[in-house]
Each structure stands twice: as structure tokens, then as C-alpha cells.
């Protein structure tokens, strides 16, 4: 029987791939599979560039020295480094593997859409050459919160079909959970995972996002064990501003991370965790390679994971 490059993505989801070609062809042999089965778990950790902005030679130097061992990029990496093979021998050099690729997020306005998808699918095309993995796909804002039952569905279809051309390019997608966005509250997030097709559309799931949005972050590890790709450890505390609060450095919020933690070793997690902080918190005077520092100490020393 022979497979094709979609068959055998399904397959090597199933495995929590993270390298790629031996592990594919083993899953192949054992027939397709359409949810996210982990094995013995196994936590690796990565930290996300967002926090140096667009110093993403500096970010790859910090991250690499402090010992994380992949990285997520955001999109603006495609003009910093418009060669992505040469973004991905820089992150050889540093040994770091490019676990993500934030893409953007979903435009539901029917005339935005044809372009839309192409963006998402020319950043699945930079990932693959870069040598990446996972695909980070946002849902739409909207500053009144208000959404029509169509736009759910619609927003599950257009992840269904982003997640079809990622699979072409030899990446998944991962759908993230945002405050702001269609996908802030527990029960909007149900609402379009429900809408895509799970073959396509794996969850990214903030803990951060998850737990500000109203929800319970080592529930939600539990209830989408089969279809949990990777997760952003990420924490948030109240904050005197006008979204009334702000992420900071693990352990300094209110997320429950150690529970995070126990939840994904009971579902046997075998993936990335990345660890992300969109900025550095107000008046504390820190540098982001210190900001990830305060997080790889309380990784190491409260939650009990070598980084």
C-alpha cells in the first residue's frame, strides 16, 4: 500500500513525532491514525522569540545559551531571514530545534479569505524548508467579542482546510486559544475544535490564555489528550491596566502549573511545552534572556523538568 504525504502526517501525529523521517516511516507501517496517542511521557521545553521583538539573532543566542532546547518564531522570522535554510543553520549552530511558527490569525471576511490561506500555507512552506515543525494558527479578534454561529463553523472549516495544505508541506497546525479572540472562552474553543476536522486541526493550548479565558488548564490537557499537539506554559497575574492583566515569568502568576504538569504526565504527554512571555513585564527592569532565566529556574527547581 502506498501512502500519501497527508497518511503519513496522520500517522506520525499519532506518534508525537518530533524528528522526522524514521519515526514517519514507522508510522506508516502501523496504519493511519486520526487522534494525538502519546506514549511514555516525555516533556521537552522550548521558549518562544516573541519577547526580544525583532532581535531574533539575540533571541536564538539567549534561548540556545540558557539551555532551552527549540525555539518557536514568529512570522516576522520570514523577513528576518527570508532563506529559511539559512534560519535553519543558524538554529543547527545553536542546537535548537524550530518547534513553531506563529502564522497569524483567521479572516473570516469572504473577501480576505483566498488570501488568507495562502499566507497560512507560504509560512507552512518557510517552516518545512526551515526544518520546523507546527504551524500556530490564531482565530479572529474582534473587539466587542461578538460572534455568529455561522462564524464559529466557518472559522473550524478554514482551520480544516489551512491544516489540509500544512499536511502537504510536511507540518501540522495547532490551533491556539487566545483572550480577545473567537477562541478566548473554554466553550468557544469546544465550539470550533468541534467544527474542524481533528485529522488536521491538533489543539495548542495556552495555560495561560486557558485559565485567564475562564477555564482550567489541567482539565483541558485532560479532556484533549487525543488531540493536544503542544502546549505554551505561560503565566498571567492581574495587573492594573486596562485588559486588567498581564503574562509574566513562570511561577510569579496564578496558573496552577505544577497541576499543568501532573495533568499532562497522567495523560503520558510526549511533546513540546514552549515556554512563551509576550513582553517583559512593567517596571520590573529585566532583559528577556533574564525574564527566561526566572522561568528556567522555576521549571527546573517547582515543576521538576530538566530544561
Known amino acids: 500500500m502506498e501512502y500519501s504525504r497527508r497518511q503519513v502526517l496522520f500517522a506520525a501525529s499519532s506518534f508525537a513525532v518530533v524528528s522526522a523521517v524514521p519515526q514517519v516511516a514507522r508510522a506508516a507501517l502501523s496504519g493511519l491514525e486520526q487522534k494525538q496517542v502519546h506514549g511514555r511521557s516525555k516533556i521537552e521545553v522550548g521558549y518562544a522569540a516573541i519577547t526580544w521583538g525583532d532581535d531574533l539573532t539575540g533571541a536564538i543566542a539567549d534561548i540556545s545559551a540558557l539551555g532551552y532546547r527549540g525555539v518557536q518564531l514568529r512570522a516576522n522570522a520570514v523577513k528576518l531571514y527570508p532563506d529559511p535554510l539559512v534560519l535553519k543553520a543558524e538554529l543547527a549552530k545553536h542546537s535548537l530545534t524550530f518547534t513553531a511558527l506563529s502564522s497569524g490569525d483567521i479572516a473570516l471576511e469572504p473577501s480576505e479569505e483566498a488570501a488568507n490561506l495562502s499566507l497560512h500555507e507560504d509560512h507552512a512552506k518557510y517552516l518545512s524548508r526551515g526544518g520546523g515543525m507546527y504551524l500556530q494558527i490564531l482565530g479572529t479578534f474582534r473587539s466587542n467579542g461578538v460572534y455568529t454561529s455561522d462564524e464559529y463553523v466557518r472559522t473550524g472549516r478554514m482551520l480544516t482546510e489551512i491544516g489540509k495544505r500544512a499536511v502537504d508541506q510536511g507540518v501540522q497546525i495547532g490551533f491556539h486559544n487566545h483572550m480577545g479572540s473567537i477562541a ?123 530544561v
Open 184 to 306: 478566548q472562552s473554554p466553550e468557544q474553543l469546544a465550539r470550533i475544535l468541534d467544527a474542524a476536522d481533528q485529522r488536521y486541526v491538533k489543539l495548542l493550548l495556552d495555560v495561560a490564555h486557558y485559565k485567564q479565558g475562564g477555564g482550567d488548564p489541567a482539565h483541558a490537557v485532560r479532556q484533549y489528550a487525543d488531540r493536544l499537539l503542544y502546549v505554551h506554559f505561560k503565566d498571567v497575574k492581574p495587573a492594573n491596566n486596562s485588559e486588567g492583566f498581564e503574562f509574566t515569568e513562570l511561577g510569579q502568576g496564578t496558573v496552577d502549573l505544577p497541576a499543568d504538569v501532573a495533568a499532562l504526565r497522567a495523560i503520558h504527554f510526549d511533546g513540546w511545552v514552549t515556554v512563551e512571555l509576550d513582553h517583559v513585564p512593567s517596571g520590573s527592569g529585566r532583559t528577556p534572556k533574564e525574564c527566561a532565566e526566572l522561568s528556567k529556574i522555576y521549571i527546573e527547581r517547582t515543576l521538576g523538568i530538566k
